[in-house]
């Protein structure tokens, strides 16, 4: 396991189209973070799993915005009706439990709406 | 709320040469954690360092250490002997302790980018 995996890499999408990100975290980490980073900015809280369970989101998370963990392993994260602000790089994280404060990143998935 | 702060969006140092930079947070709880992590172009994030609150002892890790000021809330980065690999972006992160019952989500500040020059 070489660490947290994010494809695609980069996506391009008009504007009002949906768009869906995957994130593969490390094999044993129950925790799964999704992270957004706009331009210039520290990455921002959208939401969290432990296992398969959607346990907190940020009020960053409009309607648009959902994110699943099926059977506590990859997770998706997908934007409907993509608006121009929605531009940003989306960092997903991984830990395995409360013991080990330690969040392992993967490289993200930058999304330019056009 | 907690809220981290990163006053130097930019810092420069030579190489071999010393650097600190600075990060201030906000928070009225006592049991919580304080990490830096370095984000390199196009690069994953990566944990540098990190701070249990409740230890006095500043963190140390190779080249990197923390002065950790508790009462002042003030968490800094000093980077000895830098070099070019450590040019990147550093982020301040905050995260309430493990205690908590909540998600463990981090707390980023807005980050300094770090320019190492020859």
């Known amino acids: 396991d070489t660490g947290v995996s994010q494809n695609p890499r980069h996506k391009i999408t008009k504007r009002g189209q949906n768009v869906t990100f995957r994130c593969d975290p490390i094999s044993e980490h129950n925790r799964l973070y999704w992270y957004r980073q706009t331009l210039g900015q520290g990455p921002e809280f959208l939401t969290y799993?432990?296992?398969?369970?959607?346990?907190?989101k940020s009020r960053l998370l409009s309607d648009r915005f959902s994110a699943e963990r099926p059977k506590g392993s990859f997770s998706t994260l997908e934007i409907q009706r993509t608006e121009q602000g929605d531009s940003a790089m989306y960092l997903c994280a991984s830990s395995l439990d409360p013991a080990n404060t330690e969040a392992f990143f993967g490289q993200g998935t930058r999304l330019t709406v056009v | 709320a907690q809220t981290v702060t990163q006053s130097q969006p930019e810092m420069s140092v030579q190489e071999a040469e010393t650097v600190t930079l600075s990060c201030t947070y906000d928070t009225s709880e006592s049991d919580y954690y304080l990490f830096w992590y370095k984000q390199p172009p196009s690069r994953q994030m990566i944990l540098v360092i990190r701070?249990?609150?409740?230890?006095?002892q500043n963190a140390t890790e190779n080249r990197f250490s923390v002065n950790f000021q508790k009462a002042a809330k003030s968490f800094s980065l000093k980077i000895s002997d830098s070099q070019l690999g450590d040019a990147a972006m550093y982020f301040c992160?905050?995260?309430?302790?493990?205690?908590?019952?909540?998600?463990?989500?981090?707390?980023f500040g807005t980050g300094t980018r770090l320019q190492v020059t020859l």
């Open positions: 799993f432990q296992n398969e369970a959607q346990l907190e």
């Open positions: 701070q249990e609150a409740y230890k006095q």
């Open positions: 992160a905050y995260r309430r302790g493990i205690n908590t019952g909540t998600a463990s989500k981090l707390t």
